[in-house]
């Protein structure tokens, strides 16, 4: 089982990274630290993740140390969407670099095709909590990213949170192929029709919240719980592994990249354990037939926005 994929550019990416979405300021230098050590060479962030500056904390003084050097991790972060606008989309992706003390990333994403209004609070809203919206097109903030390539600040692009048909919008137009797409993947949500167009336009595919982002803020008593899954459990204490273990490769195995987030060393290091064993082809059956269609991140409070991704099937 191969333990990379190799991208438009011919760079490698590892088929299993740390997450950082919802890693605390205090809490995520340390784990990008234990997770290097552990053997992870790659690394997702995002600028609105606001924690940026601690990841590159801890991955320069890694390098200083002498365990990596800089080409040996695979970093990526992701335009935060009140920047959606040209002029914008180069600001901030200097701001990333500023905040991991970095010349470049890896990858940079457009985090939703969705902008915000540009030139203010990090989430615009009114006095009701409604957020105002960008009228900016994906596509302009698509080739502003292209520009980022050819100046060297990234080594390519790619999408999240991006459906089929605004794929194949930006692939119209693309000068640079999207390298990447990242959206929602576990076994409560396949995403199975839109890996399967992105992965046949040769645009491989992350799983973001892989495990179910069970500590999202907006979790509600009675969510389905992925890694209480009896079902997957019984799995797991056949090759005596965790659920959450069964789960990363269940994905890895669909030739799906996975992020897990944790910021626990022994769970950091055990989620990286799953290149050992295999689930036969009846078990990955078995686990698809979980499939429920739902979404942890569905974002409701975007959904009037013109280019909310989330209105057709894939």
């Not at 205090?26 to 997770?35: F, M, N, P, R, T």
Request: charged residues 25%; negative net charge; hydrophobic residues 35%.
């Amino acid at each position: 089982m191969a333990t990379s994929i190799t991208l438009n550019n011919g760079v490698k990416v590892p088929m299993i990274g740390l997450g950082t979405w919802k890693s605390n300021p205090g809490d995520v230098a340390s784990a990008v630290e234990c997770a290097i050590r552990a053997g992870y060479r790659h690394i997702d962030g995002a600028f609105g993740y606001k924690n940026e500056a601690e990841v590159g904390q801890a991955v320069r003084k890694l390098i200083d140390e002498g365990v990596i050097k800089r080409e040996d991790v695979f970093i990526t972060t992701k335009l935060w969407n009140t920047y959606h606008r040209k002029d914008c989309v180069h600001k901030n992706i200097r701001e990333s670099l500023a905040n991991f003390g970095l010349d470049y990333v890896d990858l940079y994403l457009m985090h939703w095709p969705i902008g915000l209004k540009e030139d203010g609070d990090f989430l615009p809203k009114d006095e009701n909590g409604k957020f105002f919206f960008s009228d900016v097109s994906y596509i302009e903030t698509y080739q502003a990213m292209e520009e980022l390539v050819d100046q060297g600040l990234t080594k390519a692009i790619g999408l999240s949170n991006f459906n089929s048909e605004q794929i194949t919008e930006v692939l119209k137009i693309a000068k640079h192929k999207p390298a990447m797409l990242q959206i929602e993947v576990h076994p409560y949500n396949l995403n199975e029709k839109l890996i399967r167009f992105s992965q046949e336009k040769g645009i491989p595919v992350t799983a973001y919240s892989p495990l179910g982002s069970g500590d999202r803020p907006w979790a509600k008593p009675g969510d389905p719980h992925i890694l209480s899954d009896e079902r997957i459990k019984a799995i797991a204490d056949k090759y005596g592994k965790t659920t959450a273990q069964v789960v990363l490769r269940f994905n890895i195995q669909r030739d799906v990249i996975v992020i897990p987030k944790s910021v626990t060393p022994e769970r950091i290091r055990s989620n990286f354990d799953v290149f050992d064993f295999s689930l036969t082809e009846d078990e990955m059956n078995e686990i698809r037939s979980f499939n429920k269609d739902y979404r942890y991140c569905g974002v409701p409070w975007y959904s009037d926005h013109k280019y909310y991704p989330f209105h057709i099937e894939f």
